[in-house]
């Protein structure tokens, strides 16, 4: 095999890898068949159906009700945040399908190439030479001058015919593998495409049902108002006015344990921090601070400081270790904040200027995996961020995991906002908003309701993310 050879097989083998595309797909499989909030909504008909249910039972059942629509709502969006996350992985598997069949097709014409100078040199040989055999050297030769110069010419072109050879060999195993890679990116494209297209069809099955399940909790909300009204000796319009005040109560609440919850996370992060840091050797130094000199020659205090340095070093290590794996919330969101100051790319005047562009969008309809005219909310952060100058990608799990985390003690406009059903597993977030400042982010949500601004903690707080992302 020669040398020229070896190069063209190392070159089909480097081709070949990097062909190889890993599409991930999302970790978490929504079923849109699991539709949460239905027994919520159940027992609350009971609730306002029943004629012996008193204040507290229809107070309560309203309470419910708020949190079916929410269960419902968050179903659809994580239904729809596994369309999106299919659908990048399926453009990829075309863009992947596609720089196969490029690379492919190169192929193919370097081959047919390598025959057309194959066949030339054969023509040549046999024109010249009479045979491409050492006989054809010698047969019809009058001298033995016109033997030794027809050899010669004959070696030349032989040596000319097998470089040509190994070159259509190399180029038969570039194209073939290179078809191969081809076919198998076509097969990898379908099926992302088929599965793109089930996670749509769930996608909208669940939007559905999240839409009929907060038409059903509306009107037995109303109804439980009814007979709320009726218990109190009081008008349908003043116990919707206590109501109100009642759900703020909640909200105000809910908006607590969410800060406590993020004030524990970002706590919890500097305790990390500072656990994983190297202490200083300047410790000694404080306790010798009685200055007589035996203190310093005395044996006790320096076999303390030895036994205290490795337990520092090699216990200390590994116990953060241990702490960052079991608790999911530190895994994955913990370690990004250690380094805020070099993590992320923007400038504040780049996330102002997102959160600006994001605000012309109020009013947009909602359409699932829209980036304009229509929306969906990664859509809106996405486009938001492009026009700042940051590209980010196009689904609200793969935007948090490319963002840097930090703690909403930080939260500065055009950051991200994150929600998930469980707020310690990334990959079960199914939606994401971009704060504009004054406590408000901008986002889209649901057919039902264009796009639009809201309080930072005037919806799903429990299941707003530990931390904020920043491009």
């Known amino acids: 095999m020669t040398a020229g050879f070896k190069r063209v097989l190392a070159l089909a083998a480097m081709f070949a890898l990097a062909s190889v595309v890993v599409v991930a797909g999302p970790t978490h499989r929504a079923l849109a068949e699991d539709y949460p909030g239905q027994a919520e909504i159940d027992e609350a008909r009971k609730a306002a159906n029943d ?104 070696a030349r072109g032989s040596d000319e015919a097998d470089m040509w050879v190994q070159r259509v060999k190399a180029a038969e195993l570039v194209a073939s593998t290179m078809r ?27 939007q559905a049902h999240a839409e009929e399940a907060v038409a059903i909790a509306n009107e037995t909300r109303a109804d439980a108002v009814t007979r709320l009204a009726e218990l109190r000796g009081v008008t349908i319009a003043l116990e919707e006015e206590r109501q109100a005040g009642l759900e703020a109560e909640r909200q105000a609440a809910a908006q607590a344990e969410a800060e406590a919850r993020q004030k524990a996370a970002e706590e919890a992060a500097k305790a990390e921090e500072e656990a994983s840091r190297p202490r200083p050797t300047s410790t000694p130094t404080k306790t010798s601070t009685p200055k007589p000199s035996a203190t310093k020659t005395s044996t006790p205090k320096p076999t303390a400081t030895k036994t205290s340095e490795p337990e520092e070093t090699k216990t200390s290590e590994p116990e953060p270790t241990t702490t960052t794996s079991t608790p999911k919330p530190t895994t994955t969101s913990t370690p990004k904040p250690e380094q805020p100051g070099t993590s992320w790319n923007s400038t504040a005047a ?25 929306y969906d909310c990664s859509g809106v952060t996405s486009v938001s961020w492009l026009e700042a100058g940051q590209w980010i990608t196009r689904s609200s799990r793969t935007q948090y995991q490319a963002t840097t985390h930090l703690s909403y003690s930080q939260i500065r406009e055009g950051d991200l906002v994150f929600y998930a059903t469980d707020t310690s597993d990334p990959s079960t977030i199914y939606h994401v908003a971009i704060y504009i400042g004054n406590g408000q982010v901008m986002e889209a949500v649901n057919y039902s309701k264009p796009a639009g601004v809201r309080g930072l903690y005037a919806w799903m707080t429990s299941n707003m993310m530990p931390f904020i992302g920043r491009p």
């Open 51 to 154: 004629l012996a249910a008193g204040i507290d039972e229809l107070d309560n059942a309203i309470v419910a009700l708020g949190e079916a629509r929410e269960k419902a709502t968050a179903n659809a969006l994580l239904a729809g945040e596994d369309y999106i996350q299919a659908q990048e992985a399926s453009d990829a598997a075309q863009d992947t399908l596609e720089a196969a069949n490029k690379r492919a097709r190169q192929a193919e014409k370097e081959l047919a190439e390598a025959r057309e100078n194959l066949a030339s040199v054969a023509q040549a040989a046999y024109r010249d030479s009479g045979s491409m055999s050492q006989i054809g050297a010698v047969v019809g030769a009058d001298t033995v001058d016109e033997v030794i110069a027809r050899s010669e010419a004959f």
């Open 180 to 206: 191969s890679y081809a076919d198998d990116a076509a097969t990898e494209a379908a099926e992302a495409a088929a599965e793109a297209q089930a996670k749509y069809a769930e996608a909208q099955d669940a």
């Open 350 to 374: 780049q996330g102002k200027k997102a959160a600006e562009y994001s605000q012309t969008l109020i009013g947009a309809e909602y359409l699932l995996g829209g980036s304009g005219p229509k």
